[in-house]
Antibody
Framework: EVQLLESGGGLVQPGGSLRLSCAAS????????MSWVRQTPGMGLEWVSE????????KYADSVRGRFTISRDNSKSTLYLQMNSLRAEDTAVYYC???????????WGQGTLVTISS | QSVLTQPPSVSGAPGQRVTISCTGS?????????VNWYQQLPGTAPKLLIY???NRPSGVPDRFSGSKSGTSASLAIAGLQAEDEADYYC????????????FGTGTKVTVL
């Protein structure tokens, strides 16, 4: 069964850090571009970052560039998002998603909630 | 703030046909970037409904169809069913500033 399972969310103070993980199973993980997408009640869905199948190419939304780092370990079929200098506006449910081409997100994880608050 | 605008809500009776518009600009849909559509049921992750403007992934009923023209795109749901009640989002790529994938504002479909 194809599955994406996120973990690592939680409550963090402003300025803090958090590392999200997304464990993939049931498909050839290294063959696919992977992305992080977040969702807030007020702002809807927002693309955060993507990484190529090999891991040598990354892209970021302007809102997180310089603070977030996406990475992957294909030997473990796991995607990561290191989030530093967190702000209140980073509060959201974070999803990892498999890109089947041109930003078409076919498989999604269940999401992990990140709350930034003092 | 999203650069793709959708109506906040649409509604229809069972069996009716409804359409959801997605209005963009010359930096996204109008630049020939593909449009994708997602369905999100309450409490669940989004599900890819239409990709590359008109294509349905395996398992998506043919009641769902997508189209694109100029700087806009549309999702049509024919033969509306109770289980279609959900939020729907369009998505494309925007080449302004650094370039990024962008989502629409979302539309709540209510089955009367």
């Amino acid at each position: 069964e194809v599955q994406l399972l996120e973990s690592g969310g939680g409550l963090v103070q402003p300025g803090g850090s958090l590392r999200l993980s997304c464990a993939a199973s049931g498909f050839t993980f290294s063959s696919y571009v992977m992305s992080w997408v977040r969702q807030t009640p007020g702002m809807g869905l927002e693309w955060v970052s993507e990484i190529s199948g090999s891991g040598d190419s990354t892209k970021y939304a302007d809102s997180v560039r310089g603070r977030f780092t996406i990475s992957r370990d294909n030997s473990k079929s796991t995607l990561y998002l290191q989030m530093n200098s967190l702000r209140a506006e980073d509060t959201a449910v974070y999803y990892c998603a498999e890109d089947i081409g041109s930003g078409s997100y076919y498989r999604w994880g269940q999401g992990t909630l990140v709350t930034i608050s003092s | 703030q999203s650069v793709l605008t959708q109506p906040p809500s649409v509604s229809g009776a069972p069996g009716q046909r409804v359409t959801i518009s997605c209005t963009g600009s010359s930096s996204n849909i109008g630049s020939s970037y593909d449009v994708n559509w997602y369905q999100q049921l309450p409490g669940t992750a989004p599900k890819l409904l239409i990709y590359a403007n008109t294509n349905r992934p395996s398992g998506v009923p043919d009641r769902f169809s997508g189209s694109k023209s100029g700087t806009s795109a549309s999702l049509a749901i024919a033969g509306l069913q109770a289980e279609d009640e959900a939020d729907y989002y369009c998505q494309s790529y925007d080449n302004s500033l650094s370039g990024s994938y962008v989502f629409g504002t979302g539309t709540k479909v209510t089955v009367l």
